[in-house]
């Protein structure tokens, strides 16, 4: 008999406590990074030492929860061995999975480690059935992390094309280019998220007061400028405001955060497998509220997936801990586009 | 060493693409890429016009190469996809896995720089299901480069970005129309009035990228012909560059007699000074940040 359906709740975990916290709240998963270059966020502080993953596997696993590796940096020729080390280790760790992007370490993980499960991560940039089939018929993918750029509609219609499980993204952060397809800010700064793990890496911001303003700066470049009585942002250079043809405004998108909850009752619909919360570099107490507001919305919705709605508290609770104080369904809902 | 020219990332009219291959009929080019690249919306050019292009290319002796579109999103994308992939005249660049899928082990195709090749595992995994060329990512620096260049597959060639705005990013969002306040389900088309794009510039004025509906481009110009010497000694096959409204025929020109010595970089890039829309760039090729510029700094002010 198949096993029964369910949406996997995936949550991030930055560190140990961040792991602990989601799987005490209920996270289906955790997906976690080791401390190098090897990962798409690469961030001083953050993830995991090769005692900190075992520990951290031990404890979801003993609670239940599932531990995904992310693996999703594409590695250059120099230094290709800590990629495939980190295969090696997840695969000795028990990890239940790990998310990759670049095909040359999928043949690698999939002669070395046949075991070992294997997701796509969103920094592969697969938007249609052809492409997951492509790495499902060559590496044996089981799940695909889908970009956050596709229409729900066109989620409905990739899932009827693919035999691989689909993960999409449910709250956090948003891109607003394809992930994978996105080098502006290597532009910028020289990294990028698909050759060193980072975007707007933090060591390349200033921040200056100045007469017009304060201003947020990229390596030299100007990304915004704020009045005294605005809200101030993390430069991420998609999110500044720039001037085109005389108008000045967010020429690319607003500091806004991605929340499709009221997609609950559709996602179950298209029996989509993994819900991700993106933010391995938030806090453990954002980690805790975010998976814990989940968690109920969707049992609830599992429950009753007809009689679904959102409770003014859960947008309430998630409002107070997102980007921008705003929510978009994003590409989602297809207006956004 | 060859030149190609890559497909046109701008929205063009009818009028202006029929005379712009004239030219390059004429131009000292090898290779030329056709096809939408950017937009499923855009719609003035269909399959049947593109291969009437390419006849009259190949029969002015130029390698003709059809590009698939890089953000291929639905069932309708996928059906152009695939009649890109069966035509049975020309040679296909991939620029995304599903368009890989297709082609692989069917024939011979080229892996196009959307396709992430950063390694040699992954270099030759693409040339076992039949890459002929591959394009290397636009952030590749020399260094990046060269180990896959030892260990390339025999008779897999390499071709660099070597002129044009760099496409840096794709969204499904549509930035024209976003600035036009339209939906991008109604954009109007209005793209076709920039065949440059539109400029991006800093708060303080400074040309940061570039708006050209779905993909944003870098303001500044690549350009690596100050860097010929160490294209031609890491074993790069090809250089690309990409069409600009006017004056790429002229930018040929000086690649191709900077190839084959008639003059040097130095005074070819004074030369193309004139006919660049904005100053040039080289950064990524150096391991740098992308929009900077090194050496030749006296030939090329950067801003």
Redesign the interface.
């Known amino acids: 008999m198949p096993p029964e359906y369910k949406l996997e709740l995936v949550c991030p975990a930055g560190s140990l406590p961040a792991l602990k916290v989601a799987v005490d709240n209920g996270a289906d998963c955790v997906y976690l990074g080791f401390r190098d270059d090897t990962n798409a966020r690469n961030f001083t502080g953050l993830n995991f030492d090769a005692a900190n993953a075992r520990a951290g596997v031990e404890y979801a696993h003993e609670k239940g929860a599932k531990v995904f590796l992310a693996l999703n940096t594409?590695?250059?020729?120099?230094g290709?061995e800590r990629w495939t080390k980190a295969i090696d280790q997840a695969a000795d760790n028990g990890m239940d999975a790990i998310i990759l992007?670049?095909?040359?370490?999928m043949?690698?993980a999939m002669r070395t480690h046949p075991q070992l499960h294997l997701h796509l991560s969103v920094q592969?940039?697969?938007?249609?059935?052809?492409?997951i089939?492509?790495?499902h018929?060559y590496f044996g993918i089981r799940r695909a992390v889908l970009p956050r750029?596709?229409?729900f509609a066109?989620v409905e219609?990739l899932a009827a094309g693919t035999p691989v499980e689909l993960e999409l993204f449910g709250f956090g952060g948003l891109c607003?280019?394809?992930e994978?397809?996105?080098?502006?800010s290597?532009?910028?700064?020289?990294e990028?998220p698909?050759?060193c793990g980072v975007c707007s890496p933090p060591k390349a911001v200033r921040w200056q007061k100045t007469a017009q303003g304060l201003e947020s700066r990229l390596?030299g470049?100007?990304?915004?400028?704020y009045a005294d009585d605005e809200n101030t942002g993390y430069p991420t250079l998609?999110k500044g405001?720039?001037?085109?043809?005389g108008?000045?405004y967010y020429?690319?998108?607003e500091p806004t955060s991605l929340n499709t909850m009221e997609l609950l009752p559709e996602l179950l619909r298209i029996k989509v497998r993994g819900l991700k919360i993106e933010g391995r570099q938030r806090s453990p107490a954002y980690v805790g509220q975010v998976t814990r507001v989940w968690r109920e919305a969707i049992d609830q919705c599992m429950k009753n997936p007809g009689g679904f709605s959102v409770k003014p508290a859960w947008t309430v609770e998630l409002g107070k801990v997102s980007e921008g104080q705003q929510h978009t369904l994003g590409?989602y809902h297809?207006?956004?586009? | 060493m060859k030149l190609s020219l890559g497909p046109i990332l701008y929205y063009w009219t009818q009028e202006k693409l029929q005379e712009f291959y004239v030219e390059i009929a004429a131009a000292p080019v090898d290779i030329v890429y056709l096809g939408e690249t950017v937009c499923s919306r855009r719609h003035i050019m269909r399959l049947p016009d593109w291969l009437e292009i390419a006849k009259m290319l190949a029969a002015a002796g130029k390698t003709v190469v059809l590009s698939t579109l890089t953000l291929i999103e639905s069932e309708s994308d996928l059906k152009s996809l695939r009649k890109i992939a069966e035509n049975s005249d020309f040679m296909v660049e991939a620029n995304d896995m599903g368009a890989v899928h297709r082609l692989a082990g069917r024939m011979p195709f080229i892996a196009g720089p959307y396709l992430n090749i950063y390694n040699q595992q992954t270099l030759q995994l693409i040339a076992s299901l039949g890459a002929k060329r591959w394009v290397m990512p636009v952030e590749m620096s020399l260094e990046g480069l060269q180990p896959l260049q030892q260990s390339r597959p025999a008779g897999l060639e390499t071709e660099v970005f070597s002129y044009g705005r760099l496409p840096l990013a794709f969204s499904s969002r549509c930035f024209t129309a976003r600035f036009h306040n339209l939906p991008k389900d109604d954009c109007r088309f209005l793209c076709i009035d920039d065949p440059d794009g539109k400029t991006m510039r800093t708060r303080e004025g400074k040309p940061f990228l570039v708006i050209n509906g779905t993909q944003t481009q870098s303001a500044l110009m690549y350009n690596l012909l100050g860097d010929l010497d160490t294209l031609r000694n890491a074993g790069v096959d090809v250089l690309r560059i990409s069409p600009q409204a006017e004056h790429s025929a002229e930018i040929i020109r000086q690649f191709r007699d900077c190839i084959e010595q008639r003059t040097s970089p130095e005074i070819a890039m004074q030369q193309m000074e004139s006919v660049m829309p904005e100053a040039a760039c080289n950064g990524y090729w150096h391991g740098r940040p992308g929009m900077e510029q090194m050496f030749l700094a006296s030939a090329v002010q950067h801003e």
């Open positions: 594409y590695p250059k020729s120099h290709w992007a670049d095909p040359g370490l043949q690698y592969g940039s697969a938007t249609n059935y052809e492409a089939n492509f790495y018929e750029v596709l229409s066109q219609e607003v280019m394809v994978g397809r996105c080098s502006l290597s532009y910028v700064t020289g990028s698909n050759n390596n470049v100007l990304i915004d400028r998609c405001r720039f001037e085109v043809e108008e000045t020429a690319m998108e590409a297809r207006p956004w586009k």
